[in-house]
């Protein structure tokens, strides 16, 4: 209910929701072996280069709506550069 209408605001394919479900399960608190952590599963890095907040007592990639204008954000520089949301989906 939170990711689908921020991809509608930002007139984005609707099916991008479905890779949240791939990488995390929609679970907050999911983290892979990697330590890629949230809904969207951002590494460390990548979550900080797109504006959430990873420190010591906070860790914003665990925010369903902070992440998920930060995965637009990310998912928009991928289309961008690949010029197709396949493909986009694909780097993800």
Known sequence: PYIVPILRENSMPEDLVYLSMIESGFN???RS???AVGPW???S???KKYGLAV???VDER???QKST???INYLR???SMFGSWELAASAY
């Open 77 to 79: 520089d991928l289309y």
């Open 33 to 35: 072996r990697a330590k």
């Open 69 to 71: 204008v930060a995965a």
């Open 55 to 57: 420190n010591w007592w």
């Open 41 to 43: 599963q951002f590494m």
């Open 62 to 64: 665990r925010d369903i």
């Open 28 to 30: 907050n608190l999911a």
């Open 45 to 47: 890095f990548t979550g």
